[in-house]
């Protein structure tokens, strides 16, 4: 708001300040109005080349910035910053292994984490949730709120990243290969052979959770897996066959919107005392411990979108 | 069992249900079904808040089949409901004023997913204040982030990008820092549940058991909700991120995001360790120290923005920095005094970012001081937002930065006596700043330009943008007139919570 902008502008405290801002990187902040007037002027006949708009064209960015980091000394900064970074690390490390030697002795047996919770998990794991798979149990009945929120983080990611990567129909494919990732021979014969292995394997583990080590979101990342094979092997419109944008929401939405009806019957029946009508069965058969099953496959459905999604926003854009 | 009891977790499976549901909506129809969940969440906590008064106790509810330390619960008591009802009529108004410069800011395509952001952001939201687990709260965290991240790059200029770049670093290094201090915590006391960790803490203490981790955890879990939540050190992220995303995504970070992550450090000390723990590990001292720092650096960095929505940004720095001080303070009344700065600041800097869109409106764009000369004029319910803002910004009597800063003080009154001084000479230097910046550009908002046409004279925002900046300003003026309930109902929750 001064005056005497320029002043100021060249003085150590506000070069310093900048530094710690990370503005340095950037031609000066007063570009900022000046673009965007630019951007209000522009819209108005060509509004979509703007929409990217990041700044005025007659300043190369890159130059521009080399040349305020020459002038402003930035060469000491970078210096003294990779010093204090190794130190503060040394510092930070060397803290948590005092905390180390402090720590209750790990895997004795009189530790505070042995107590009542891990007993009646590990006695009462089986008869309360008719799992064979102790940790099945913990993390979709008892714990259920926690998995439930962690399978959203999941959802959001793919989300977030779907803000950042996904192209307008109308957009040039992002890569130079186009659309289609050309698979080799010796991939694609590899392939033919793997994927089926590779699915139903991951379709093993998903309905095993109960009762083996696994569940939803290791057999989704391996179902994810799978799908990735594939469509690195034999190209996206291979994929599109049986997997386009409108069975991925199909799948995804589906999944999420069945796990939440049945995680809120569950959380809803439990909090208020009503008895659940899904019953436990015998623990050790597929078709047992209520509840867990369908969450599973579930999860693992929407973990697998999960893991494709990525692979495909990040190599065209789109799915 | 009242039914009421269930709207807690009504409440936050209406928002997590949203979300996917909204990704397969119409970017209008997705809007409307966030408002609709927003407002409806709003009116359930209300009820809840209502309900709690009514009790002597908070009331416990068990998610799920197995009772807590086995299972989760979430918890709610007059503290908690209070500030569930304040976050979503906050979100509503920021949302609604907001929605003209979401239509040109964000891409039609995008539009379902900023919602899809927005209704997980109120669901975090809303699990971080309700919870009584810290794994629980952990998760939250970890959705908070990643929908805070979305709503900063949704515009899609590089800024944008570079800006969400930042934040994410940073956040990611807060909430590693937080999962280690909760793993600290539990391998000391083999607890996750709030209750129990702080019955475990106690007799740690007691016997003088691990210390050290304690202290170890106690210090972690400060630095990564001070790094999330932007105190001063750490706030190199903020500005760009406040400053550059699209308005409703600015007003909602700055009033809602932070202050959810501080929530959570206000349970972590008084629920988890122990206000008196806390004091023993000295932690805040630390965090009084910082605050106070924050409360001046901030305002100083504000005063030499010449770009209006950086210098509110700068400024939120200086207002975390009042809510950490009143931590720092060691007294009750100081985490009182927080706590209804949550509310005051969450307010005032939600309605100067939305008023500071709508003069820029009027201002072909722009966000420079000299553009926006006498846009006040021009637009006027954006202007007399800016101004009712800056007014319980820079702490003038009758608005709500008012009653919280006489709180502060009171508060410092009843702490140690150095702490006392420093305080009371801070809080008198920060209002200075604060109005230096604040009634200037206020001044230069209302100073029509030489020879200006008045093209614009006869703008008229839109029906929601009157509708948010005339509700923001009765919620400010309600918080500075008609603060006693409020400020019982704050302490009567907070001496639920231990």
Redesign the interface.
């Known amino acids: ?2 005056k005497i ?1 320029k002043n ?1 502008d060249t003085s150590f405290r ?1 070069r310093f ?1 900048r530094y ?3 503005e340095t990187e ?1 031609p000066e ?2 570009y ?2 000046m673009y ?2 630019q ?2 002027e522009e819209k108005a006949e060509d509004e979509r080349a703007t ?5 005025p064209p007659e300043v190369d960015p890159m130059e521009d910035a080399k040349r305020y980091a020459e002038l402003s000394g930035m060469r000491w900064f970078r210096r003294l910053y990779g010093v204090m970074a190794l130190l503060l690390c040394v510092a930070i490390s060397g ?2 292994i ?2 180390v030697a ?3 002795e790990f895997g004795s047996a009189d ?7 891990t007993e ?2 590990i006695e009462k794991g089986q008869e ?1 949730t008719g799992v064979v798979n102790t940790v099945t149990g913990v993390i979709l ?6 998995t ?3 399978t ?2 999941l ?3 793919t ?2 990243v ?3 990567l ?1 192209r ?1 129909k109308d957009e040039e494919p992002v890569r130079m290969d186009g659309e289609n990732p050309g698979g080799d021979r010796i991939l694609r014969t590899m392939a033919h052979f793997m994927v089926p292995l590779i699915f139903l394997f991951g379709l093993y583990i998903l309905v095993n959770g109960h009762l083996s080590p696994g569940g939803g979101f290791s057999g989704g990342a391996v179902l994810g897996a799978g799908l990735i094979l594939y469509s690195a092997s034999f190209g996206f419109t291979a994929t599109a066959r049986f997997f386009n944008e409108r069975i991925y ?1 199909i799948v ?2 589906g999944s ?2 069945l796990y ?1 009806l049945l995680i ?1 019957y ?8 009503i008895d ?1 009508i899904v019953p436990l069965g015998k623990a050790g058969a597929i078709i047992s411990s209520g509840l867990i099953l369908p969450i599973n496959i579930l999860v693992g459905f929407e973990v697998a979108c999960t893991m494709y999604a990525f692979f495909a926003l990040f190599r065209k854009g789109g799915l | ?1 009242d039914f009421v009891r ?1 709207f807690p ?1 009504i409440c936050i ?1 209406l928002a ?2 949203s ?3 909204s ?2 909506l119409s970017g209008k129809k997705a809007g409307r079904l966030s408002m609709l969940v927003v407002s409806v969440c709003g009116i359930l906590s209300a009820v809840t808040l209502v309900y709690t008064l009514q009790l002597t106790e908070p009331f416990v ?6 009772p807590a ?4 619960e979430i918890r709610a008591g007059v503290f908690e409901a209070l500030m569930a009802t304040f976050f979503c009529l906050i979100m509503v108004l920021s949302l609604i004023g907001g929605l003209k410069y979401l239509k040109t800011d964000v ?1 039609d ?2 539009k379902n ?2 919602f ?2 927005i209704n ?1 952001l109120l ?1 975090s939201l809303l ?1 971080l204040i309700y919870t009584n ?1 810290m ?2 709260g952990y ?2 965290v ?2 908070n982030t ?2 805070a ?2 709503l900063i ?2 515009r ?4 944008n ?2 800006a969400a770049t ?1 934040y994410m670093v940073m956040s990611l290094l807060g909430s590693g820092l937080v999962l ?1 201090s909760i793993s ?1 915590l ?6 996750l549940l709030m209750s129990n960790i702080h019955t ?1 803490v106690a007799e740690l203490v007691a016997s003088k058991n ?4 304690l202290i ?1 955890a106690v210090g972690l879990f400060s630095v990564g909700i001070a790094i999330k939540s932007a105190l001063f050190p750490f706030h ?1 992220w903020l ?2 991120a406040y400053s550059y995303s699209t308005c409703s995504s600015s007003a909602i970070l700055s009033s809602l995001v932070s202050k959810g992550y501080i929530l959570f450090l206000m349970k972590f000390i008084y629920r988890v360790i122990g206000s008196d723990v806390f004091k023993m590990t000295g932690a805040d001292d630390v965090l009084f120290l910082f605050g106070i720092a924050a409360m001046l650096v901030g305002s100083i ?1 504000a ?5 209006i929505s ?1 210098m509110i940004a700068f400024s939120s720095i200086a207002q975390i920095g009042y809510i950490y001080m009143g931590f720092g303070l060691g007294v009750e009344a100081g985490m009182v005094a927080s706590a209804f700065h949550i509310l005051a600041h969450a307010s005032a800097k939600s309605m100067l970012f939305v008023s500071a869109n709508g003069l820029s409106e009027v201002s ?6 000299r ?1 926006l000369r006498g846009s006040g004029i021009r637009n006027r319910s954006a202007g007399i937002g800016f101004v009712v803002g800056s007014l319980s910004m820079v702490g003038i009597p009758l608005f709500a930065g008012f009653t919280s800063k006489v709180y502060f003080a009171k508060a410092a009154l009843g702490a140690t006596t150095s702490k006392e001084i420093v305080t009371l000479i801070a809080l008198a230097i920060s209002t200075i700043l604060n109005a230096m ?1 604040f009634i ?1 550009m206020t001044l230069s908002v209302y100073t029509p330009r030489m020879n200006e046409h008045y093209e614009d004279r006869d703008f008229r925002p839109g029906f929601t943008y009157r509708f948010s900046m005339f509700v923001f300003i009765i919620i400010v003026l309600v918080l500075g007139i008609l603060s006693n309930p409020i400020f019982d109902w704050i302490s009567r929750g907070l001496s639920q919570f231990s």
């Open positions: 708001m001064s902008r100021y506000t300040r710690i801002l990370g950037l902040v007063d900022m109005p965007k007037k951007i209000a929409e990217h708009y990041l700044m803290l948590l005092y905390n402090f720590m209750p530790t505070a984490m042995t107590n009542e919770v009646r998990y309360e009945q008892y714990r259920g709120f926690d439930f929120g962690e959203h983080v959802f959001l990611a989300i977030a779907m803000i950042l996904k307008r929401d995804k939405v999420l919107m939440s809120i569950y959380l809803f029946t439990g909090a208020n005392g659940s | 069992m269930n977790f499976m997590m249900v979300g996917p549901v990704s397969v509810y068990t998610m799920g089949r197995f330390p086995f299972g989760n891409p395509e995008k997913l900023y899809i952001m997980l669901a699990s687990d794994f629980t998760v939250f970890e959705i990643i929908s991240c979305g790059m949704i899609g200029w590089g800024r990008i570079l930042k280690v600290i539990y391998g000391i006391t083999g607890h475990a691990h210390i050290e981790p170890i190199a500005p760009d960095d005063i030499q923005q010449t770009d950086r072909g764009g722009s966000m420079n001081y553009d910046y200037r």
